[in-house]
Structures are given as C-alpha cells and as structure tokens.
C-alpha cells in the first residue's frame, strides 16, 4: 500500500512539474524569437513616492510606449520583495499605443525609514528584453508630522539601474 501511494505521488509531482516547464517554455519562446521583437519608451521609470504611512498600501503607476513597429508584450513583472505586487497588462501593445504597469506597495506596521524597491520586467525588447523600473520614499513614524525629508540620491538609482543593465547584457548568451 505504501509503495502504491509513493508511486501515485511521485506521478503526480512529475506531472505538475512538466505542466510547469511548459508554461515557462511558452514564455520562452516568445522572448527568444527576435524577429518579433520591438521597442519601450519608458515615460517614467523612476518614482518618488514621498511619505508612506504603514499599514496603507500605496499604488505606483509606471507608464511605457511602444515605441517600435511590431506588438509589444509585457512577459512579466517580477518585484525585488515581497512587500509589493505588481500588474501588467497580458495582451499586446500596438506600436504608439501606451501601457501601466501598477505597482502595489503595502508597508507593514512597525517598518520606519526611507526605502528603495524595484520591480524586474521583462518584454520582447530589441537591445535587452529585461527592463528594471524603481520608486522610493520615506515611512512615516507615529506621531511624525515632518513633511520635509532628504531626498534619495537620483544619481545612485541611475546608477544601479545601469549597473543591472550591464549585469544582464554580460550573463546573457548571445546568437552568433
């Protein structure tokens, strides 16, 4: 009876497992055909979100253009952490048209102090199909009525989005 169940279990996991590369496989091949790929205008890829009050979720909208002439398509949105979630849209963007994708960012009671996250995107992009779009701010404390703050450094967000670019175009293998 045991060996019986631990067959029955063992199937189903490979079952699971294979339905799984099948749906990455799907994603896959959408980014890998480059004759489908286009081009993203980021209109803002960097956002200050001001003051955050813990235990509120705040919403993020960063916006793109189609900026090539073929469709384009948001394959994920992947955040740096667990405390955000993001949307995309699934179908395509026609060349010109616009697109959100809307980050939400809930802060947990207790947390204090200026933050910086991320969310990963990754399209059918000429040049580099992995994009990275940032926001940053301050959580209040209780009691705090300050509505001036220091600013994170614009620059050393720059940076590190240049630094991940590069970090990505060296990692990944190139079609001769």
């Not at 890829?45 to 900026?67: A, C, H, R, W």
Request: glycine residues 8%; contains cysteine; positive net charge.
């Amino acid at each position: 009876m045991k060996i019986c169940l631990f067959f029955i279990t063992t199937i189903i996991a490979f079952t699971a497992c294979k339905n799984e590369d099948v749906k990455k496989k799907g994603s896959q091949v959408s980014v890998n055909d480059t004759t489908k790929f286009t081009n993203i205008k980021w209109i803002d890829s960097l956002k200050d979100i001001g003051f955050v009050e813990p235990g509120k979720k705040t919403e993020i909208n960063f916006k793109f253009k189609n900026t090539g002439t073929r469709p384009l398509f948001i394959i994920s949105a992947e955040p740096g952490c667990g405390c955000t979630v993001a949307d995309y849209p699934k179908g395509a963007i026609l060349p010109g048209a616009e697109g959100v994708i809307t980050a939400a960012y809930n802060v947990t009671s207790g947390t204090t102090g200026a933050f910086r996250k991320n969310i990963h995107v990754t399209t059918n992009t000429i040049g580099s199909t992995s994009h990275y779009v940032y926001f940053y701010g301050v959580i209040k404390t209780a009691g705090d009525t300050t509505t001036t703050r220091r600013k994170i450094d614009t620059a050393v967000l720059n940076t590190l989005k240049s630094k991940e670019l590069k970090r990505n175009l060296l990692l990944k293998p190139t079609k001769n």
